[in-house]
């Protein structure tokens, strides 16, 4: 089966760091393009970035700059380096084979999350 799994969620002052981690099993990590999203409270889904199976990325305008997506091919892990966090960054973070969409048969892990507060 598919799995994804997100670490590395937590409680941050604005201006801070963290490193989300996204380990997967089950299928051809180095082949698929990944993507993290998130879920500020109260809102819907929204996507973050991308990763191509040649290591190219694309970001949401909000996260350039501060956030950086990379991947392991030979541990099949995604991850999420966040900078310079702010409190709008606050959300439930989320890896998910594929691209910028998400719909019901998006193979997804089941969160992490993400609190800046001073």
């Known amino acids: 089966a598919m799995r994804l799994s997100e670490s590395g969620g937590g409680l941050v002052q604005p201006g801070g760091s963290l490193r989300l981690s996204c380990a997967t099993s089950?299928?051809?990590?180095?082949?698929?393009?990944m993507s993290w999203f998130r879920q500020p409270p109260g809102k819907g889904l929204e996507w973050v970035s991308t990763?191509?199976?040649?290591?190219?990325?694309t970001s949401q305008d909000s996260v350039k700059g501060r956030f950086t997506t990379s991947r392991n091919n030979a541990e099949n892990t995604l991850y999420l380096q966040m900078n310079s966090l702010k409190t709008e960054d606050t959300a439930k973070y989320y890896c998910?084979?594929?691209?910028?969409?998400?719909?019901?048969?998006?193979?997804r892990g089941q969160g992490t999350q993400v609190t800046v507060s001073s």
């Open positions: 990763i191509y199976k040649s290591g190219n990325t």
């Open positions: 089950g299928f051809d990590f180095s082949e698929l393009m």
């Open positions: 998910a084979i594929g691209g910028n969409i998400i719909n019901k048969n998006t193979i």
